[in-house]
């Protein structure tokens, strides 16, 4: 005999009201320590070329292997405008050195790990300094990223008696395959920019059609308070004591990021069907209901509109926002760390699977409901979306977060089920992923 369900959570506000603002001052110091340390991490010198690096190095080398067009003065000016970290304009200083020997500069202040290595290389190479080790030159190529500039300062070290033609041969083949991957990305966002500007007037001119139902939830505002700030403050702790349990071994270490999601995806889906008095089986079916195909079909031009709309804050963010902010950083150097496919298979899957399933049946699934309650559709959009943003605490990338939230929750409203806002979500960080891992 199966026991009968629990009835939704309903704590009493003597006690719950303390707790929750006892649960909210511990998410803030939380938040606040996270900020702090991360703060700290961005001070610190990157330890190689970073993706911006990377696209630039493309976007200037490409037109002269594919059409001989040598880059003008006004886009090295640019590129280097653009390019503040240090590792970034040494790429620089070498493929300017590489494309226009005439204009040849002095690389720039470098830190001491890695730094006096490029030095003795570059003169090796340009200023008919002494061969530099083996060593010096295999932690050079690693801190100018492998890419093309990487690759021609090495084969000037060889001499083409010695393989610098085929390995220049292969810098070539190399910086085509990104440039590819590149403009297919760029065809990509392109097409669905106009795609998404489609979907947006569609929206507006049928905005009084009455949507579908979403998910209904039957504990209190109090009880989902209680069990966003718990589940909010066990995304700091489940990190940590990934972290934590896999430390004695450093090369297990990016395990950390697919640990951490499935400690606290696990801590939060026993939450919501605690509170709600809800079994795991049922909770997919109360958040997925009907048949998959049309919702599934709708993640498309819902992508398509959050790259619009992305595209559009970014824009206008760029204008308050450093420009030497990297909101990807983090994921940047865990990709650059790894190799092999079974450890690129494991992050892509965390990634683009295991987080986009759990922060939608989070923050649309459980969240956007309960705030939407009462007719108030408009203020769940906005503060959901605003929490989704803020719950990854990257300042740098809040409004586009935060973009990419809204978006999410027009999806869940359109079709009423969760299949479409996860789908989106594992495109986006699916296409990011792919991004990040194919320039490192």
Not at 264 to 282: M, N, P, S, V, Y
């Amino acid at each position: 005999m199966q026991p009968e369900p629990r009835t939704p959570w309903q704590p009493a506000p003597r006690w719950a009201d303390p707790f929750i603002a006892l649960l909210l001052i511990l998410a803030c110091l939380a938040a606040g320590l996270s900020l702090f340390t991360r703060a700290k991490v961005a001070e610190r010198p990157s330890e190689q070329v970073s993706l911006q690096g990377r696209l630039v190095e493309v976007a200037l080398a490409a037109p002269q292997v594919l059409l001989g067009q040598k880059p003008k003065a006004a886009e090295w000016d640019r590129a280097a405008a653009r390019l503040s970290d240090p590792w970034d304009a040494a790429l620089l200083v070498v493929l300017r050195t590489e494309l226009e020997p005439e204009a040849k500069s002095a690389l720039p202040k470098l830190p001491s790990r890695g730094g006096e290595a490029l030095h003795r290389v570059y003169l090796a190479a340009y200023e008919h300094g002494p061969m530099p080790s083996a060593q010096d030159r295999a932690e050079t190529r690693r801190r100018l990223g492998r890419g093309y500039s990487a690759s021609l300062l090495e084969a000037r070290l060889q001499g083409p008696a010695n393989g610098g033609i085929q390995l220049r041969t292969q810098a070539r083949q190399v910086l085509l395959v990104r440039f590819a991957l590149l403009t297919v990305l760029g065809l990509g966002v392109s097409g669905l920019s106009l795609g998404g500007l489609a979907l947006g007037i569609y929206l507006i001119a049928t905005r009084r059609v009455p949507p579908p139902p979403l998910p209904a939830w039957g504990l209190s505002g109090r009880a989902a308070a209680i069990v966003f700030l718990a589940w909010f403050l066990g995304f700091f702790l489940a990190g940590s004591l990934a972290g934590l349990l896999l430390s004695p071994w450093p090369s297990l270490r990016w395990l950390a990021l697919p640990g951490g999601y499935l400690l606290h995806a696990c801590f939060g889906l026993r939450l919501i069907t605690w509170a709600e008095g809800l079994r795991f089986k049922d909770l997919w079916g109360r958040v997925a209901a009907g048949r998959p195909g049309k919702d599934l079909a709708w993640a498309i031009p819902f992508l398509a509109l959050a790259v619009t709309l992305v595209l559009l804050v970014a824009m206008l963010s760029s204008w308050i926002l450093a420009p030497t902010q990297n909101p990807q950083r983090d994921l940047q150097e865990l990709l650059q760390g790894v190799s092999g496919w079974p450890t690129t298979l494991v992050l892509f899957l965390t990634v683009a699977g295991v987080a986009p399933v759990f922060e939608e049946l989070f923050f649309r699934g459980f969240l956007l409901p309960v705030l939407a309650r009462k007719d108030r559709m408009a203020w769940g959009l906005l503060a959901s979306a605003g929490l989704f943003g803020a719950i990854h605490l990257q300042p740098a990338g809040l409004p586009i977060l935060a973009t990419l939230g809204w978006v999410l929750g027009l999806a869940l409203r359109q079709t009423g089920s969760l299949r479409t806002p996860i789908l989106l979500h594992a495109c986006w960080n699916g296409t990011l992923f792919v991004l990040l891992r194919g320039m490192a």
